[in-house]
């Protein structure tokens, strides 16, 4: 129950092209979603996250969309570029703040 | 603003032996988390450190041990070494009462 469910492992996007990354959960405790990205050898940066009283938030080219009757919720990559290949996590956590992530997905933008 | 400082990058260490990890947390945080990240998987939550106390623990065994110091900065102890440590361990920092944690480097741990 305390997993976060990630697909797809692997992604292959035109430069353009928008990516589309998508993660379920069970535990109904979870009231935060934050997305990283990584980088090879560098740590997680946050890059955006919802909670779920709202069904869609938008910080540039990302968009979250928050399903909660599904329990379930994607990053939107608009306008994909090749700097943003990168590894990108989907976490959630409940009050207390400990991160669940999920397993990654390997996004590569070709030019 | 100086982001999340974590040293050493690097440690390679023999399998029994004992090593300590140390960050820095982001100014103005309070709260430091720790996460292991094997190769090709994410990160897993090992312990959070609060007011000097930790606060929550992940499913690690007790040869993995922490400490808070009154600067906020911490330490991750991980005695008995096995080669199944073998990973990247990650510190993010957060203010308490905020929900948003931030990374740093994070230091790759290498057991022979």
């Known amino acids: 129950q305390q997993q976060v469910k990630q697909s797809p492992q692997s992604l292959i996007v035109q430069k353009g092209g928008i990516s589309i990354i998508n993660c379920a959960y069970e535990?109904?405790?979870?009231?935060?979603f934050p997305w990283y990205q990584q980088f090879p050898g560098k740590g997680p940066a946050l890059l955006i996250a919802i909670r779920p009283d709202v069904s869609e938030k938008k910080e540039g080219r990302f968009t979250i969309s928050f399903n909660k009757s599904a329990k379930q919720f994607s990053l939107h990559i608009m306008d994909s570029q090749p700097g943003d290949s990168a590894t990108y996590f989907c976490?959630?956590?409940?009050?207390?703040?400990?991160?669940?992530f999920g397993q990654g997905t390997e996004l590569s933008v070709k030019p | 603003d100086a982001g999340v400082t974590q040293s050493p990058t690097h440690l390679i260490k023999t399998r029994g032996q004992q090593v300590t990890l140390r960050c820095s947390p982001k100014?103005?945080?309070?709260?430091v988390s720790w996460y292991q990240q094997a190769l090709g998987q994410g990160p897993q939550f090992i312990f959070q450190?609060?007011?000097?106390?930790?606060?929550q623990r992940g499913n690690f065994p007790d040869r993995f041990s922490g400490h808070q110091f009154p600067n906020y900065s911490s330490e991750l102890n991980v005695n008995a070494l096995l080669l199944g440590d073998s990973a990247l361990y990650l510190c993010?920092?957060?203010?308490?009462?905020?929900?948003?944690?931030?990374f740093g480097p994070g230091t790759r741990l290498t057991v022979t």
């Open positions: 450190y609060y007011e000097e106390e930790e606060r």
């Open positions: 100014s103005g945080h309070d709260t």
């Open positions: 993010a920092s957060s203010l308490v009462g905020e929900r948003e944690q931030y």
């Open positions: 535990n109904t405790a979870f009231d935060y």
């Open positions: 976490a959630a956590s409940s009050q207390g703040g400990k991160l669940i």
